[in-house]
């Protein structure tokens, strides 16, 4: 089984969707981000704070490499690493991509007391950017799923009828 990989905007849901999918198809489920913390024994937070934003950026790219050579994992990614071009390559060349969609008011309204996500903190301005922006890398995903106003359970059904409607 190839992998699979959730990839979309911060908080659209790809670690509560990507452990349900992974229960539901018996495959075992990694979070990047939580993986990166791990290995570094500190928080996302604290290494955008300490290192900078590229140091993390490259941390991505190890992990994704790294990943990308096993089989089996469903993989939910942070919202940077699908929206870099060599990153979606490499998941593309080795399993599924699904992109969960969501809009940007969603979004805002999800993770409006959210102190953990360093890139929320931008002018909205910036924000709207970077998600439009972000959007044009997303939609190379194999699959996208409309991910807005659903619950988790029926993003899965759909993930897996799209998935199954692939083979
Ligand atoms: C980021 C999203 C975060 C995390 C980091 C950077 C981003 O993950 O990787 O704060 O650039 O969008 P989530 O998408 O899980 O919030």
């Known amino acids: 089984m190839e992998n699979i990989y959730l990839v979309g905007f911060m908080g659209s849901g790809k670690s509560t969707v990507g ?3 992974a229960t539901k198809l018996s495959l075992t489920f990694i979070d990047v981000d939580k993986l990166i913390e791990k290995k570094e024994n500190r928080s996302i937070k604290e290494i955008f704070e300490k290192e900078g934003e590229s140091y993390f950026r490259n941390l991505e ?8 050579k096993s089989k089996g994992y469903v993989v ?16 593309r ?10 809009t940007l008011n969603t979004i805002l309204e ?16 910036d924000l709207k950017k970077l998600y439009e922006n972000r959007k044009k890398i997303y939609s190379l995903a194999n699959i996208r799923i409309n991910a807005d106003r659903k619950n988790p359970n029926q993003i899965v059904e759909e993930i897996i009828n799209k998935l199954r409607g692939r083979k």
């Open 76 to 91: 939910s990614t942070g919202g940077g690493l699908g929206a870099d071009l060599d990153n979606m390559k490499v998941m």
């Open 19 to 21: 452990k349900l999918l």
């Open 61 to 68: 790219k190890i992990e994704i490499n790294n990943l990308s």
């Open 93 to 102: 060349e080795t399993g599924n991509v699904i992109w969960l969609d969501v």
């Open 110 to 125: 999800r993770c409006k007391n959210d102190e953990n996500r360093p890139l929320l903190k931008l002018p909205p301005a």
